[in-house]
């Protein structure tokens, strides 16, 4: 449906690799994070039915995925950490409008674009790890992330005329690649 301005070079999943345990707590804080995103979303978008429904979905796949990942920093020996605040995140909520149906829409997508980055960058992550379970597991997040993306934008468009979303899809996304551009790479989603 879209494609990201910014295209993360391999040598940030070589970084995040390297690091692979600071990566995984990272990663099990995004998903638990994506998880209370979705019950946000449905809390506060009650009367949007089709949104409602998407959401609890969501919320369930995503506390799966948390499940999985501390599944894996079990085998590893790793703990979960604090929960840091996401310099990427911070920016891109910053793009947020505040009337009531502006907002809507533009929690919508930006988080298509946020899963868009995810599937981007677990992606990257498949390919810079060895073959193993591990590999299996960041393709079959890569996958789902993908299928989030799309989701997002399809329920704007159910709520909003079309021309409208992809014009602010646009905007977004020319801004969310001058945030990914800008940051440095470390090991984290973000």
Not at 74 to 87: S, Y
Not at 131 to 155: C, M, P, Q, T, W
Request: charged share 35%; proline share 3%.
């Amino acid at each position: 449906m879209f494609e990201l301005k910014y295209h993360t070079p391999i040598e940030w999943a070589h970084i995040a690799v390297a690091d692979f345990d600071s990566f995984l707590q990272d990663h099990a804080a995004a998903e638990k994070k994506a998880a209370s995103m979705a019950m946000t979303m449905l809390s506060h978008y009650q009367d949007r039915t089709k949104l409602v429904k998407a959401m609890v979905d969501l919320a369930l796949e995503e506390m799966i995925h948390f499940k999985q990942v501390l599944k894996l920093m079990t085998r590893r020996g790793v703990i979960l950490a604090n929960d840091e605040k996401d310099p990427y995140i911070n920016e891109i909520r910053k793009m947020f409008r505040h009337t009531r149906d502006e907002k809507f829409l533009d929690r919508m997508l930006v988080a298509g674009v946020i899963e868009a980055r995810g599937h981007e960058r677990f992606s990257l992550i498949s390919q810079a790890l060895p073959e193993g379970k591990d590999k299996i597991f960041y393709d079959d997040i890569a996958r789902s992330e993908e299928k989030h993306k799309n989701l997002f934008v399809e329920l704007a468009i159910e709520y909003f005329p079309e021309d409208m979303v992809y014009k602010r899809l646009e905007e977004i996304l020319v801004e969310e690649g001058r945030i990914c551009s800008e940051l440095p790479f470390r090991a984290a989603l973000h």
